[in-house]
């Protein structure tokens, strides 16, 4: 897979990850063919990049072909721990999950997804699973909506072009005029609300997450059962607490980015 790269770009590297996306939902364990298929890589290119995967762990190799370890969980959380999220989310969406009884979320945006970067489920039967690192596509996400609101029109343009990974395919794809009609919408009230438009029986509302700056740094909801919980319900029972609670996290947000940093200066002598 060619890549129009600068002089300093590693395309031994970008190839490795190339390997371990290729591990998508529903194909845990995939034969060295279907690997190389998968990340367009030559054979021997992807045997050699199994091998190193497998020997720094993060790969196993078995009868029907090679699945990757839990140890690759820790590239995610070495993310999530560096921002402190969940520390700083958790209590917060716990106390939204008590108040709604309905499962909540925290997501980033990555590209023209949305990443789950924390969560506190509820047991109900949803149509959809959804686990931290879970993508969906932005533009039919009430969380999407929310953090593509926040971007300026070139940044906007830019992230719609990339093709999205989430392996998803949405039951309604606005047009480019319809999606910034409901982005004016979102900026105006602040909040966002998908209905049923990524998937059966998924309704939700979410609220920005700002830093000290006051820039969208991630987006916090409030996920419903169509068949339980209608539109009107959710804007009347469970947008103001989680409006109160998108304050608090960007409360503590704001408070963690601005902790003052201890330095140890060197030893004389």
Known sequence: MRRDTGPD?????????????????????????EVAAEAQLARPTARRILITLQELGYVRSGEGGFSLTPRVLELGMTYIGSQNIWELAEPHLRALVA?????????????????????????????????????????????????????DEAELDRVLALPGRSGIEPRHRPQREELDGMLR???????????????????SVAAPIRNGQGRTVAAVNVNAHAAETSVEHLMEHHLPPLLRTAGDISSDWAAWEGRPIATLAPRAG
């Open 185 to 203: 919408d979102v900026r105006a009230k602040g909040w966002a609300v998908t209905d049923e438009e990524l998937a059966l029986g998924i309704r």
């Open 99 to 151: 108040r709604t009884r309905e499962s909540c979320s925290i997501a980033q945006l990555d590209g023209s997804d949305i990443v789950y970067v924390c969560r506190v489920a509820m047991p109900k039967l949803v149509t959809l699973s959804v686990t931290i690192g879970t993508r969906f596509p932005a533009a039919q996400t009430s969380l999407g909506k929310v953090l593509l609101a926040a971007l």
């Open 9 to 33: 770009f590693i395309e031994a590297l970008a190839r490795g990850l190339d390997v371990l996306r290729g591990f998508q939902p529903g194909r845990p364990c995939m034969t060295l063919s």
